[in-house]
Nanobody, 127 residues
C-alpha cells in the first residue's frame, strides 16, 4: 500500500494560485486512481477532483471546474492539484487519497471509495 504526503498549501489572496502536490511511496503508484478532497471548518469532507491511473480521465466538483486542474506524473509518483482563481470559500484542509485498481470510475468522487489517505495540507484564501 502506498503512503501519501501532501505539500504546497499556504496562505494566498483571493484570485491567486497554488499548486498542491501529493507524493506517494512505493512502486505501484501507477495502479492507483488518485483523488483530492477538502474539509472546511465545521463542514464535512467533500470531493474536489480525481484522476485515473494514466491521467486519461479526470473528474471535478462543479465548484472547482474551470479553476482547478488535477494531473499526475507516474515517473515521480506524484499527483498535483493546480488551483487558480482561488476564492475564500476554497479555504480548507486538502487531502490526497488513493484507490488501487478501481473496478469502475464513477465512484471516484465518493470518499468511501479510497483505500489510503494523506494527512492533509492547509489552504487559506484571504479576501
Amino acid at each position: 500500500q502506498v503512503q501519501l504526503v501532501e505539500s504546497g498549501g499556504g496562505l494566498v489572496q483571493a484570485g491567486g494560485s497554488l499548486r498542491l502536490s501529493c507524493a506517494a511511496s512505493g512502486r505501484t503508484f501507477s495502479s492507483y486512481a488518485m483523488g483530492w478532497f477538502r474539509q472546511a471548518p465545521g463542514k464535512e469532507r467533500e470531493f474536489v477532483a480525481a484522476i485515473i491511473w494514466n491521467g486519461g480521465n479526470t473528474y471535478y466538483a462543479d465548484s472547482v471546474k474551470g479553476r482547478f486542474t488535477i494531473s499526475r506524473d507516474n515517473a515521480k509518483n506524484t499527483v498535483y492539484l493546480q488551483m487558480n482563481s482561488l476564492k475564500p470559500e476554497d479555504t480548507a484542509v486538502y487531502y490526497c487519497a488513493a484507490k488501487q485498481n478501481p473496478r469502475t470510475y464513477y465512484r471516484l468522487p465518493m470518499e468511501r471509495e479510497y483505500d489510503v489517505w494523506g494527512q492533509g495540507t492547509q489552504v487559506t484564501v484571504s479576501s
